[in-house]
């Protein structure tokens, strides 16, 4: 009681991967950056391995995601995705991009035919660090095996054919377990879970 | 305008993951541009992406590897060089026909100006089509059919995505208008209608060619490969 806590700031004053891209973009802090890429680029290169990269290709990777973050931090909007989503949607993205060599089709937030949303979600207060919070104790309360169905439609993209050869079990099942996963991770943002 | 078709959750996960193909990506982020709720959904889907990226475990990096980054970064400054996030079109939306709701990003971006001066193929009787140019092995198009059109019987080889940008259609599954879906599987056999007053226009994309049923489908397949 006395002496560990007693004068300390609070402990969200610790600065995180949010603060460490706000930093990058309103002042390319590169300390902020050098926290970030420790945080990050062990695991995304054992990620892009995991997706059947090479080590080289993964190594690549790592460097142009980390210069793409550099580069739109100032795009960055924490409101919408914590930073370790938006960073895998970089990564992602320089996957497609440099790997498939495709173009990634998405929206432009700017375009005058996008339809914007009819009323603000109930939870639209929420910062994406707290939405993503929400999906990661969403993803906790998931029996196991849903969780590893999951995770490997992420890895490799894996088709629901391979993902049953895998484990070892029918697709029937492989689909029923993801449908049930996503049901559930949806519900940790529709504000009615 | 409310969407009654959605995508399924596995196709919004997997353009989330970047799984899906280019001409799949196109018509998911397109339905996208129409529908709020599947925007929240990729939301969340790409949250379980940074989470499981987040924990992976983790690989050992090159000796040096940050610091060939940080000599890249004096060239690289935050925000000096944002590329446009999708090629300029080369029209805006207000150009199109009055009578016509506006094509979505990023459709729009594949199509090479406004609907009225693309080369239409005439495929059949009350059905026009224009092939876009899309990477990866399925293939997209634009679908025109006249209204009150009623379309032969039809399975299909693989599965194929349609996504209504203006009219619609009613099926065995129910009514298609703007912003809906339909997924159709090779198990599936349809016969659409489309409405009477107006055109419907489609983006659909298949991974294979459709095979028609019945005497007139088979007589109309060598020249409707919609
Ligand atoms: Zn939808």
């Given at each position: 009681?006395?002496?560990?806590?007693?004068?300390?700031?609070?402990?969200?004053?610790?600065?995180?991967?949010?603060?460490?891209?706000?930093?990058?973009?309103?002042?390319?802090?590169?300390?902020?950056?050098?926290?970030?890429?420790?945080?990050?680029?062990?695991?995304?290169?054992?990620?892009?391995?995991?997706?059947?990269?090479?080590?080289?290709?993964?190594?690549?990777?790592?460097?142009?995601?980390?210069?793409?973050?550099?580069?739109?931090?100032?795009?960055?909007?924490?409101?919408?995705?914590?930073?370790?989503?938006?960073?895998?949607?970089?990564?992602?993205?320089?996957?497609?991009?440099?790997?498939?060599?495709?173009?990634?089709?998405?929206?432009?937030?700017?375009?005058?035919?996008?339809?914007?949303?009819?009323?603000?979600?109930?939870?639209?207060?929420?910062?994406?660090?707290?939405?993503?919070?929400?999906?990661?104790?969403?993803?906790?309360?998931?029996?196991?095996?849903?969780?590893?169905?999951?995770?490997?439609?992420?890895?490799?993209?894996?088709?629901?054919?391979?993902?049953?050869?895998?484990?070892?079990?029918?697709?029937?099942?492989?689909?029923?377990?993801?449908?049930?996963?996503?049901?559930?991770?949806?519900?940790?943002?529709?504000?009615?879970? | 305008?409310?969407?009654?078709?959605?995508?399924?959750?596995?196709?919004?996960?997997?353009?989330?993951?970047?799984?899906?193909?280019?001409?799949?990506?196109?018509?998911?982020?397109?339905?996208?541009?129409?529908?709020?709720?599947?925007?929240?959904?990729?939301?969340?889907?790409?949250?379980?992406?940074?989470?499981?990226?987040?924990?992976?475990?983790?690989?050992?990096?090159?000796?040096?590897?940050?610091?060939?980054?940080?000599?890249?970064?004096?060239?690289?400054?935050?925000?000096?060089?944002?590329?446009?996030?999708?090629?300029?079109?080369?029209?805006?939306?207000?150009?199109?026909?009055?009578?016509?709701?506006?094509?979505?990003?990023?459709?729009?971006?594949?199509?090479?100006?406004?609907?009225?001066?693309?080369?239409?193929?005439?495929?059949?009787?009350?059905?026009?089509?224009?092939?876009?140019?899309?990477?990866?092995?399925?293939?997209?198009?634009?679908?025109?059919?006249?209204?009150?059109?009623?379309?032969?019987?039809?399975?299909?080889?693989?599965?194929e995505l349609t996504l209504v940008?203006?009219?619609?259609?009613?099926?065995?599954?129910?009514?298609f208008?703007?912003?809906?879906v339909e997924?159709a599987?090779?198990?599936?056999?349809?016969?659409?209608?489309?409405?009477?007053?107006?055109?419907?226009?489609c983006?659909v994309?298949?991974?294979?060619?459709?095979?028609?049923?019945?005497?007139?489908?088979?007589?109309?397949?060598?020249?409707?490969?919609?």
């Amino acid at each position: 009681m006395s002496g560990a806590t007693g004068g300390a700031p609070a402990a969200t004053a610790v600065p995180g991967p949010e603060d460490w891209l706000r930093a990058i973009a309103e002042r390319e802090d590169r300390a902020a950056f050098a926290s970030l890429f420790r945080a990050f680029a062990p695991r995304i290169k054992g990620y892009m391995m995991r997706l059947g990269c090479s080590a080289a290709q993964a190594e690549d990777l790592v460097q142009e995601t980390f210069v793409g973050v550099w580069r739109k931090a100032r795009l960055y909007d924490p409101a919408k995705a914590a930073a370790a989503t938006w960073i895998f949607t970089v990564a992602r993205n320089l996957r497609i991009d440099l790997l498939r060599r495709e173009r990634r089709p998405e929206i432009d937030p700017d375009d005058p035919a996008l339809v914007g949303d009819a009323a603000p979600l109930p939870d639209a207060e929420l910062s994406g660090k707290q939405q993503a919070a929400r999906v990661r104790a969403a993803l906790a309360t998931l029996p196991a095996e849903q969780v590893s169905v999951v995770e490997l439609s992420f890895f490799a993209g894996k088709a629901h054919g391979a993902i049953a050869e895998e484990l070892d079990i029918p697709l029937g099942t492989v689909k029923s377990r993801l449908r049930l996963a996503f049901r559930r991770i949806r519900s940790a943002l529709d504000g009615n879970s | 305008m409310t969407i009654q078709h959605h995508l399924g959750d596995d196709l919004l996960a997997s353009y989330a993951a970047g799984g899906t193909d280019e001409a799949t990506g196109l018509l998911v982020a397109t339905h996208l541009a129409l529908c709020p709720a599947c925007r929240t959904a990729v939301a969340a889907f790409e949250a379980v992406g940074g989470a499981i990226m987040a924990g992976c475990e983790p690989a050992d990096l090159n000796a040096g590897a940050f610091a060939a980054l940080e000599a890249r970064l004096g060239r690289a400054e935050p925000g000096s060089s944002v590329p446009p996030a999708s090629p300029a079109p080369a029209f805006a939306p207000a150009a199109l026909s009055a009578a016509a709701p506006a094509i979505p990003q990023p459709l729009r971006s594949y199509l090479v100006g406004p609907l009225d001066r693309l080369r239409w193929q005439r495929v059949g009787p009350g059905v026009r089509r224009v092939p876009l140019r899309v990477g990866g092995g399925a293939t997209a198009r634009l679908l025109e059919l006249a209204p009150g059109l009623k379309l032969p019987r039809h399975g299909h080889t693989a599965s194929e995505l349609t996504l209504v940008l203006s009219g619609g259609y009613s099926d065995e599954s129910g009514r298609f208008a703007r912003g809906d879906v339909e997924e159709a599987t090779p198990e599936d056999v349809h016969r659409p209608i489309t409405d009477p007053d107006g055109p419907c226009l489609c983006l659909v994309v298949t991974t294979g060619a459709l095979r028609f049923t019945g005497l007139t489908a088979r007589l109309l397949q060598p020249f409707i490969r919609l």
